[in-house]
């Protein structure tokens, strides 16, 4: 089972395996309140993607076919795998920043890592 849930929602048992997928750490969220099991900057889109994009529902289709693009390095793919796996064994949870969760990078993900897993 694949999740999303913000950075500043309050950690729970039930997450599973937390992994914060963003390139950047969440402002005013301490590392031990995160309760972050792993931090793949690897898989968190570029800079100038994020850039590019910041969270216009316009640029959302556009955003995705970018997105998924960068996402297929050696580096990336590795990253992917072993959320799968994860994913296949118990609950992931896909920690992002952004407000607009529906239209974040981490709703990318989770659906990507879904389909791999099932």
Known sequence: MVATKRAYEPAVDADGYRVLVDRLWPRGVSKSAARIDAWEKEIAPSKELREWYGHEPAKWPEF??????????????????????????????????????EISNAAVLAKIISRRAS
């Open 64 to 101: 995705q076919k970018r997105y998924r693009k960068e996402l297929k390095t050696a580096t990336a793919s590795a990253v992917l795998e072993d959320l799968v796996h994860r994913a296949q064994r118990g609950p992931v949870t896909l920690v992002y920043a952004s407000h607009a969760g």
